[in-house]
């Protein structure tokens, strides 16, 4: 993986048309702007994952395998 | 009314069960009203079940059961989206994924889903908190890391 060290207010270009600026910086929080072409897709990394967990989780389960975690928070409970 | 569920037959519901997501569920954007069933109010284990979608069901889990120091931090923007004026109004669900060996089975701590009572308006939220998106339900061996 590359590792670039940039200030405030500099950028990066990635291929010819991404440029991925950092506006601001506090303490434990970077604000990056970004400037794409319309058909590059932007997503946080967090977001893109809780779509996935959401579709494994909409699918249907085995009543057994559900009892079995019913039983074990009754379990943990007492 | 009556309503379809996708693993309880038909069954009756009120008007005032039914809960409106602001936002959809993530990966479902297009179904936004559900209910929640389940078998009885103990249980720390629950359907959301889609009332736009019959086929469309997730199993949820009061975090608190798993996890006892559960304290989600919302942005303003996800407040203001639920009519809410504080994160300790509303409640706090997870989407779980229930597997057959007990041990994969995981919840996700990082997005629950924040209900207003109040006005019955939920959303998934992703929390400003470093919880993690896949938390086992049962502790592993080496335990969860956290």
Do not use: H, W
């Not at chain 1, 440029?19 to 970004?34: F, L, N, T």
């Not at chain 1, 400037?35 to 057994?64: G, H, M, V, W, Y």
Request: with cysteine; net charge negative.
């Amino acid at each position: 993986m590359l590792v670039i060290k940039r200030k405030v207010s500099e950028s990066i270009l990635i291929g010819d048309d991404i440029e991925i600026i950092i506006s601001e910086i506090s303490q434990d929080k970077v604000k990056i702007a970004i400037s794409a072409p319309q058909d590059i897709k932007i997503t946080r990394k967090e977001l893109a994952e809780t779509c996935e967990f959401n579709k494994i989780a909409s699918e249907k389960i085995n009543e057994i395998s559900l009892n079995d975690i019913k039983n074990k928070l009754k379990a943990i409970k007492n | 009314m009556k309503i379809k569920t996708r693993d309880f037959g038909e069954i009756l519901v009120g008007e005032e069960d039914i809960i409106n997501f602001t936002t959809g569920i993530y990966g479902f954007d297009d179904y936004k009203k559900y209910i929640i069933l389940k078998d009885s109010p103990e249980d720390d284990i629950m359907f959301l079940q889609s009332l736009d979608n019959m086929e469309l069901s997730f199993v949820l889990i009061d975090p608190y059961a798993i996890f006892i120091d559960y304290n989600p931090i919302l942005n303003e923007d996800d407040l203001c989206e639920l009519k809410s004026t504080g994160t300790a109004e509303l409640k706090y669900l997870v989407i779980a994924i229930i597997k057959d060996d007990i041990k994969e089975s995981v919840v996700n701590l990082k997005s629950p889903i924040a209900i207003n009572p109040n006005n019955r308006t939920a959303k998934q939220v992703i929390l400003q908190n470093e919880y993690p998106l896949r938390y086992n339900i049962v502790s592993t061996e080496e335990g969860n890391k956290c």
